[in-house]
């Protein structure tokens, strides 16, 4: 198949890209001016990269019949990403795709959304919002569209200063740990777990509007998790929960796995193996 993924040199992006690029498929991907493609180096040739621009996308579509369009490009709003930013990477800019894409014949869409409440944060609010728009093109058109809504992922290969792998940094390292008291309930899933949720609903035939909730169904408090972390660590950090204000309106997050399921096999790897896993590769990395 013919597949146009934007965002396709990010974290989760490239575990999708060279996934569907080593299984045969024709991927081109978009691409800022800037951005580190280091990650699929031993890929180039095997992948098409085009300017993240809805011009680019136009012209790339008009030569090549796309039968999907995944969409796993986003901003988080971290770091005070100006909200015009994040508007732009969540909203406008997989908008305006959908489009041209649409225009030029591409019936399915997938894009990564959150598991997170609509109106938590920017970031998960103009997730929503794109979901929205895709709810109306499937009324008015006809198209395909499945929203992935994702819990909080982990994987050894994350940036350091992503939540998992900064506290097991830390902690290997001995050093002191700060967090809040962590009350909340998080459904926690390795990033392998998340491409397959990815292949999966690639290869399903699920038509018209569909929410996929990503997650094992599975959710411990954060503080038990740091808690695994800090065992499994040696136990050679002080750990100070509470010293971190939490956010009043914190959630609890746990995946309706039911749909998801009902796709085809589902076994995730259970929270514990998988960051126990994540641990021992690190700690060999040092």
């Known amino acids: 198949m013919n ?8 974290y989760l992006g490239s575990k999708v890209t060279r996934r569907l690029a080593e299984a045969g498929h024709y991927v081109v991907c978009t691409k800022r001016q800037n951005s ?8 180039e040739a095997g992948i098409k990269w085009i300017p993240a621009s809805v011009d680019a996308v136009e012209v790339a579509a008009k030569y090549t019949s796309f039968d999907f369009v995944i969409n ?3 901003n988080y709003g971290r770091e ?3 909200y015009d930013n994040v508007l732009d990477a969540n909203i ?3 908008l305006k795709v959908l489009n041209k894409t ?4 591409t019936r399915h869409f997938i894009t990564i959304g959150t598991g997170l409440p609509d109106k938590l944060n920017l970031y998960s609010f103009s997730k929503k919002v794109l979901n929205e728009f895709g709810r109306f093109y499937v009324e008015k058109h006809g198209i395909d569209f499945c929203c992935l809504q994702l819990e909080l992922f982990y994987g050894a290969d994350e940036p350091r200063n992503r939540f998992l792998p900064s506290i097991i940094d830390r902690m290997i390292r001995g050093e002191e740990v700060n967090t809040t008291l962590g009350t909340q309930r998080r459904d926690i899933i390795s990033a392998e777990d998340i ?4 292949i999966l609903v690639f290869h399903s035939e699920l038509n018209g509007y569909n929410e996929v909730p990503v997650g094992t169904g599975i959710a411990p408090t954060v503080s038990e998790v740091v808690d695994f972390i800090w065992e499994e660590t040696g136990k050679k950090s002080r750990v100070v929960k509470g010293s ?4 009043s309106n914190e959630p609890d997050c746990v995946a309706d796995i039911r749909k998801i399921c009902s796709l085809g096999q589902w076994r995730p790897v259970p929270w514990k193996q998988g960051i126990k896993q994540m641990i021992e590769i690190m700690e060999d990395e040092r």
């Not at 597949?3 to 990010?10: E, F, M, P, T, W």
């Not at 649409?102 to 014949?105: A, L, N, S, V």
Request: hydrophobic share 45%; proline share 5%; net charge negative.
């Open 72 to 74: 796993m490009a986003c």
């Open 36 to 43: 580190d493609l280091s990650r699929l180096k031993d890929l």
């Open 102 to 105: 649409m225009e030029c014949g």
């Open 3 to 10: 597949v146009l993924i934007l965002g396709g040199n990010g």
């Open 244 to 247: 971190i204000p939490q956010r």
């Open 92 to 94: 406008e800019f997989p």
């Open 80 to 82: 005070n990403a100006l």
């Open 195 to 198: 491409i397959n949720a990815v």
